[in-house]
């Protein structure tokens, strides 16, 4: 599981790409937008929907929320 903040607001996704098991938390990171390491492949932060190939399997997200400076993700 990886927690971004974009702009303030944090988003709880998994680590690993859909496409080929690449760690997220070694890629890059532009607005809403999770670039794979490996292959270059592109997700939504906010809703895990792919932007670019060659993934085409969405990443999990988790709710969060913040508690008194604390962030809770739920899983489900």
Do not use: Q, S, W
């Not at 599981?1 to 859909?18: P, S």
């Not at 592109?42 to 969405?58: C, E, H, Q, S």
Request: aromatic fraction near 6%.
């Amino acid at each position: 599981m990886l927690v971004c903040n974009v702009k303030g607001e944090f988003f709880c996704i998994d680590n690993v790409c859909t496409h080929d098991y690449g760690l997220l938390a070694d890629g890059e990171i532009e607005g809403e937008e999770i670039e794979c390491p490996l292959h270059g492949a592109r997700f939504n932060i906010k809703t895990g929907d792919v932007i670019a190939l060659p993934a085409v399997d969405p990443i999990k997200t988790y709710p969060v929320r913040l508690n008194d400076g604390h962030i809770i993700v739920t899983l489900e």
